[in-house]
C-alpha cells in the first residue's frame, strides 16, 4: 500500500518535472508555451459545455424519473439467471452513464455489504475495469465537432457488458474461498 | 444515432414521471443537473488549461514524438491509418500513459488533442477507424491502481484495500482485448459492406 501511494503522489510531479527540465536544457520559452497551450484549454472547455450539459440533462431526466429503476427491475431477475448477482444491477447499468452516479452507487455498496464481501470486491473491480462510455464519447466527439460517430457506442457499450461479466468471473475465482 | 438516444432518454424520462408521479423529481432534476454540467465544466477547465499548456511544452521538446517513437510497433498495430510519425501518436501514448496511472484529469485533455489530430487525418466529422478504436480503448478502461476505490475501500475498514488491484488489471486487460476484438470485427464488417 505504501509504495502505490508513493508512486501515484510522486508521479505527477515528477512528469512535470521532467518536461520543464527537458524544455529548459532545450532553451525552450517554457512559460510562454506553457500560456499558449493552456488558452486553447479555455476554448476546448467552452465549446465542451453544451455537448455535456445536453446529456447530462437528458441522462438525469431519465433516472430522476424513476425509468432508469423501472428498466434495472426489468431486467434484474434474467440478469439473474445468467449469474449477474441482482445487488450490482444497478452498478451495471450507470456505469456506461454517469461516472459519479457510479461512483456513488460502488461507495454505497461497498458501505452495506463491506469492502471485503464478495458485492464489495465485484463492485470494486467493476468500479475500476471499466469506464463512463456515454462521457468519454460526448466529450471526444463532442470537443472535435464528430457528427457520425459509427460504431463507437456500439463497440463501447459491449465492452461495458463485457467487462461486468469478466469482473464477476475473475473476483468469483480470485477469492472463491 | 446519439440524436435519437439523447432525445429518448429525456422523452422516456418525461412520460414514465407523467404515469408515476415524479414529475416533481424530474422537474428539479432539469434545473440541478444542468448546473451540474458547468459545475463539471468549470472543474475541467483548470485541468485543461494546465495540462495543455504544459503538454505544448512537452510537444516542443520533442518528449511526444520520442514516446511515439518507443512505442510504435505496438501502436500502428492498433491504428495503421495514422502515418507512423505523426503527433496524433504521441497525444494517444500520453492519453493511454496517464490512463494507466489514473490521471483521468490529465487523460482527458490529451485524449482530445489526439482526436483533433485524428480530425485532422480523416477531414471529416464523421467518426474514422483510428477515432473508434481510441474512444473504444478508452471506455474499456485502462487502469493500473484504481486510487478512487482503493480511498472508498479504506475509508470503510477494509482489511485489504488494495487486493482488489489484481482482479481490477486482469478485468481491463480482458476487456480491452475484447473492445479491440469487436471493434475489429465491426470495422472489417464495415469495410465489406462498403465493397458490396
Same mark, same amino acid.
Given at each position: 500500500m505504501n509504495v502505490i501511494s508513493m508512486v501515484s503522489i510522486w508521479i505527477i510531479p515528477s512528469i512535470v518535472l521532467l518536461i520543464l527540465l527537458i524544455a529548459v536544457i532545450k532553451k525552450l520559452p517554457t512559460y510562454e508555451l506553457f500560456v499558449e497551450g493552456g488558452k486553447e484549454g479555455i476554448s476546448m472547455a467552452v465549446s465542451l459545455l453544451p455537448y455535456l450539459l445536453g446529456m447530462i440533462v437528458s441522462i438525469t431526466i431519465f433516472r430522476s424519473s424513476g425509468a432508469m429503476d423501472a428498466l434495472i427491475d426489468l431486467f434484474q431477475p434474467v440478469l439473474h439467471r445468467i449469474g449477474i448477482p441482482s445487488e450490482i444491477v444497478p452498478l451495471s447499468f450507470t456505469r456506461p452513464l454517469s461516472g459519479t452516479a457510479a461512483l456513488a452507487i460502488t461507495a454505497d455498496l461497498i458501505k452495506t455489504f463491506g469492502p471485503d464481501s464478495f458485492i464489495g470486491r465485484l463492485a470494486s473491480t467493476m468500479q475500476g475495469s471499466t469506464d463512463t462510455t456515454f462521457y468519454i464519447i460526448t466529450v471526444y466527439f463532442g470537443a472535435v465537432g464528430i457528427k457520425k460517430m459509427g460504431d463507437a457506442l456500439k463497440v463501447g457499450l459491449i465492452a461495458d457488458f463485457v467487462g461486468i461479466i469478466t469482473s464477476i468471473i475473475i473476483v468469483s475465482m480470485v477469492f472463491s474461498n | 444515432m446519439v440524436n435519437y438516444i439523447w432525445a429518448g432518454l429525456a422523452i422516456i424520462g418525461i412520460i414514465y414521471a407523467m404515469f408515476n408521479g415524479t414529475m416533481e423529481e424530474v422537474n428539479q432534476a432539469l434545473f440541478s443537473s444542468a448546473q451540474e454540467a458547468v459545475t463539471l465544466v468549470l472543474g475541467l477547465v483548470s485541468v485543461l488549461i494546465f495540462w495543455l499548456g504544459l503538454m505544448r511544452i512537452a510537444e516542443k521538446a520533442g518528449i511526444l514524438s520520442v514516446l511515439a517513437k518507443v512505442f510504435k510497433p505496438f501502436i500502428t498495430k492498433l491504428f /495503421? !491509418?495514422?502515418?507512423?510519425?505523426?503527433p496524433a501518436m504521441g497525444y494517444i501514448l500520453s492519453n493511454f500513459i496517464a490512463n494507466l496511472f489514473g490521471l483521468g484529469n490529465a487523460a482527458t485533455p490529451m485524449g482530445i488533442k489526439a482526436m483533433e489530430e485524428m480530425k485532422k487525418i480523416s477531414q471529416s466529422n464523421r467518426a474514422s477507424r483510428s477515432m473508434i478504436t481510441f474512444l473504444v480503448i478508452n471506455t474499456s478502461s485502462l487502469t493500473l491502481i484504481p486510487t478512487t476505490v482503493i480511498a472508498i475501500r479504506i475509508q470503510y475498514e =477494509? =482489511?485489504? /484495500?488494495? !487486493?482488489i488491484v489484481g482482479t481490477t488489471i486482469i478485468a481491463t486487460l480482458l476487456t480491452t482485448i475484447v473492445a479491440i476484438i469487436v471493434d475489429r470485427i465491426f470495422h472489417f464488417r464495415r469495410e465489406r459492406k462498403i465493397r458490396r
Amino acid at each position: 500500500m505504501n509504495v502505490i501511494s508513493m508512486v501515484s503522489i510522486w508521479i505527477i510531479p515528477s512528469i512535470v518535472l521532467l518536461i520543464l527540465l527537458i524544455a529548459v536544457i532545450k532553451k525552450l520559452p517554457t512559460y510562454e508555451l506553457f500560456v499558449e497551450g493552456g488558452k486553447e484549454g479555455i476554448s476546448m472547455a467552452v465549446s465542451l459545455l453544451p455537448y455535456l450539459l445536453g446529456m447530462i440533462v437528458s441522462i438525469t431526466i431519465f433516472r430522476s424519473s424513476g425509468a432508469m429503476d423501472a428498466l434495472i427491475d426489468l431486467f434484474q431477475p434474467v440478469l439473474h439467471r445468467i449469474g449477474i448477482p441482482s445487488e450490482i444491477v444497478p452498478l451495471s447499468f450507470t456505469r456506461p452513464l454517469s461516472g459519479t452516479a457510479a461512483l456513488a452507487i460502488t461507495a454505497d455498496l461497498i458501505k452495506t455489504f463491506g469492502p471485503d464481501s464478495f458485492i464489495g470486491r465485484l463492485a470494486s473491480t467493476m468500479q475500476g475495469s471499466t469506464d463512463t462510455t456515454f462521457y468519454i464519447i460526448t466529450v471526444y466527439f463532442g470537443a472535435v465537432g464528430i457528427k457520425k460517430m459509427g460504431d463507437a457506442l456500439k463497440v463501447g457499450l459491449i465492452a461495458d457488458f463485457v467487462g461486468i461479466i469478466t469482473s464477476i468471473i475473475i473476483v468469483s475465482m480470485v477469492f472463491s474461498n | 444515432m446519439v440524436n435519437y438516444i439523447w432525445a429518448g432518454l429525456a422523452i422516456i424520462g418525461i412520460i414514465y414521471a407523467m404515469f408515476n408521479g415524479t414529475m416533481e423529481e424530474v422537474n428539479q432534476a432539469l434545473f440541478s443537473s444542468a448546473q451540474e454540467a458547468v459545475t463539471l465544466v468549470l472543474g475541467l477547465v483548470s485541468v485543461l488549461i494546465f495540462w495543455l499548456g504544459l503538454m505544448r511544452i512537452a510537444e516542443k521538446a520533442g518528449i511526444l514524438s520520442v514516446l511515439a517513437k518507443v512505442f510504435k510497433p505496438f501502436i500502428t498495430k492498433l491504428f /495503421p !491509418e495514422i502515418p507512423k510519425d505523426h503527433p496524433a501518436m504521441g497525444y494517444i501514448l500520453s492519453n493511454f500513459i496517464a490512463n494507466l496511472f489514473g490521471l483521468g484529469n490529465a487523460a482527458t485533455p490529451m485524449g482530445i488533442k489526439a482526436m483533433e489530430e485524428m480530425k485532422k487525418i480523416s477531414q471529416s466529422n464523421r467518426a474514422s477507424r483510428s477515432m473508434i478504436t481510441f474512444l473504444v480503448i478508452n471506455t474499456s478502461s485502462l487502469t493500473l491502481i484504481p486510487t478512487t476505490v482503493i480511498a472508498i475501500r479504506i475509508q470503510y475498514e =477494509s =482489511s485489504a /484495500p488494495t !487486493e482488489i488491484v489484481g482482479t481490477t488489471i486482469i478485468a481491463t486487460l480482458l476487456t480491452t482485448i475484447v473492445a479491440i476484438i469487436v471493434d475489429r470485427i465491426f470495422h472489417f464488417r464495415r469495410e465489406r459492406k462498403i465493397r458490396r
